[in-house]
């Protein structure tokens, strides 16, 4: 199966950066688009930032200029690196791959809208 697992929030000053990464794991054949997530108390979750496997990119108007995302395609990973970090970033983020495909035995199966457990980011002022 396929498992999603974000590393690397924490707690920050205004100002400050953060790096999350998130690792899938499993016998992963490929996945097209992966995206990050957050959800703040209260909120709703929104979508802050995608990259394909080719490397396109789209960001949320909230994190433009300050939120980049990468990935590594030979390891599954996809990064999100947050600079200037405000008190309204603060949120749970979560990675989300919408889908991909895997290896069952020899079989090539795909997966759909998978989820990590999120990583909890906290900005103070």
């Known amino acids: 199966q396929v498992q999603l697992v974000e590393s690397g929030g924490g707690f920050v000053q205004a100002g400050g950066s953060l790096r999350l990464s998130c690792d899938a794991s499993?016998?992963?054949?490929?996945?097209?688009?992966m995206n990050w997530h957050r959800q703040a108390p209260g909120k709703p979750r929104e979508l802050v930032a995608a990259i394909t496997s080719g490397g396109r990119t789209n960001y949320a108007d909230s994190v433009k200029g300050r939120f980049t995302i990468s990935r590594d395609n030979a390891k599954n990973t996809v990064y999100l690196q947050m600079n200037s970090l405000k008190p309204d970033d603060t949120a749970v983020y979560f990675c989300n791959a919408p889908r991909g495909t895997y290896y069952s035995g020899s079989q090539l199966r795909a997966f759909y809208d998978f989820w990590g457990q999120g990583t909890q980011v906290t900005v103070s002022s």
């Open positions: 499993g016998k992963i054949a490929s996945i097209d688009v």
